[in-house]
């Protein structure tokens, strides 16, 4: 079973900030996933990588396959980014299917 | 489109009690799973079905059921809830690798999630 560590577990940060949340993961994955849990519960998918990095707005998420690590980084943080970011990593199970086995999330609130 | 929609949002049972939570999502996406989530613990999976007509069981199946009822809905049911059940349950399907995806990101798509307390 994978295992899926998250840092940190709480962050806060001031409007304007600079912000990464890493995750690691102990075992060979097929993609990695990066996850936004709103205060009202609804769950975003953000970003999906293998390799590399994206980029998608002020959110960039990178990969390092070799060290079995990723961050999110967030420029310009703002309010609304104030949320739970949750990683998970995706493998097919024996069967063929494809599964998700999930970080405990990063909680981050920014400060205006 | 509706997306992926849970009802109920929120429930309250008493220990015995049995309910089934549904779940349906109008993008003919062929996997959908069912998790759990809990304070301090990451999303869990509880089943899952990668087509319609099959289902398995994931990492906290057991006091579970599921219907794969057709390519649309998935339902999850409790025959005898226990207190240990409580949590916030999400539905979610999955856009089938190497088509085009909607958006400009990945290929999962959450409900809102149910609430359940048991008591």
């Known amino acids: 079973k994978n295992e899926v560590e998250q840092s940190p577990q709480n962050l806060t940060a001031q409007e304007g900030e600079f912000i990464t949340i890493n995750c690691s993961y102990s075992?060979?994955?097929?993609?990695l996933h990066w996850l936004q849990q709103h205060p009202g519960g609804g769950i975003v998918s953000l970003f999906m990588?293998?390799?590399g990095k994206k980029k998608h707005g002020r959110l960039i998420a990178t990969i390092n396959i070799q060290e079995k690590h990723s961050s999110l980084h967030i420029t310009a943080s703002h309010p609304r980014d104030s949320a739970v970011y949750i990683c998970?990593?995706?493998?097919?199970?024996?069967?063929?299917?494809?599964?998700?086995?999930f970080g405990k999330g990063t909680k981050l609130s920014v400060i205006p | 489109n509706a997306g992926v929609t849970q009802t109920p949002k929120f429930q309250v049972l008493k220990t015995g009690q049995s309910m089934t939570l549904q779940c349906a999502q109008d993008?003919?996406?062929?996997?959908m799973y069912w998790y759990r989530q809990d304070p301090g613990m990451g999303l869990r999976l509880i089943y899952y079905?990668?087509?319609?007509?099959?289902?398995d069981k994931g990492e906290v199946p057991n006091g579970y059921n599921v219907s794969r009822l057709n390519k649309r809905e998935f339902s999850l049911r409790l025959e005898s809830a226990a207190p240990s059940q409580t949590s916030v349950y999400f539905c979610?399907?999955?856009?089938?690798?190497?088509?085009?995806?909607?958006?400009?990101?990945?290929?999962?798509?959450f409900g809102p999630g149910t609430r359940l307390t048991v008591l």
């Open positions: 993008m003919n996406h062929n996997s």
């Open positions: 979610a399907s999955r856009h089938p690798p190497g088509l085009p995806r909607i958006g400009a990101t990945d290929t999962q798509y």
């Open positions: 075992v060979g994955i097929s993609a």
């Open positions: 998970a990593v995706g493998a097919y199970s024996g069967a063929g299917s494809y599964q998700l086995t």
């Open positions: 079905s990668a087509s319609e007509g099959t289902t």
């Open positions: 990588l293998s390799s």
